[in-house]
């Protein structure tokens, strides 16, 4: 519509024409056009490129949540339970059991009780998601705990774990929620 406001000025001419009006505006539609079609098609390219790469950067988020995930487990093994639960938690985390326990210090006392302590934990995520702007992700899947008792024998119990991360300034992933 642009170009046919410019043509205006043709008709406040003295030696205005419908035909020379109609030259240049024709013209300017033939030019126009085809540069419109082509504005289209490159806007319509970049929108694709942008989304893809934006789905890849997604992805690659999710496997940095997933892979934090196994870090997690793998520090509760070899270093216990209370150990990675504090160092993975963000210093506002929260973790229901049978009742919630708030702040990283209250989560590793709590892990540090007897009952912990030769306690085995094993989980793997099953999905990970995470915000369209990458700054919070979550994760559920299985987990299984061996607990053994005075007398040796061990308990096991098995279950669905569900756990929100969020990214910190530093670029690593700390649990809010679990």
């Known amino acids: 519509m642009a170009f046919l406001f410019d043509h205006y000025k043709y008709f406040l001419k003295e030696d ?25 098609i490159i806007f319509a390219g970049i929108l694709v490129c942008l989304s893809c790469n934006k789905q890849r950067e997604q992805e690659i988020i999710k496997e940095d949540i997933f892979n934090t995930e196994k870090e997690f487990e793998k520090m509760a093994s070899e270093k216990g339970i209370a150990e990675a639960f504090y160092h993975f938690a963000d210093k506002n985390a929260v973790i229901n059991r049978d009742t919630l326990i708030k702040g990283k210090e209250n989560i590793k006392d709590f892990y540090a009780r007897e009952r912990f302590r030769n306690a085995e934990v094993t989980w793997t995520p099953d999905f990970v998601d995470v915000s369209e702007c990458g700054t919070l992700g979550y994760t559920y899947g299985k987990f299984t705990w061996k607990v053994p008792s005075d007398s040796g024998k061990v308990s096991e119990f098995s279950g669905i774990f569900h756990t929100v991360w969020k990214k910190q300034k530093d670029g690593s992933w700390r649990y809010v929620w679990d």
């Open 16 to 40: 205005f024409s419908i035909w020379s009006f109609w030259k240049t505006f024709v013209c300017t539609l033939q030019i126009n056009i085809p540069i419109m079609k082509a504005s289209s």
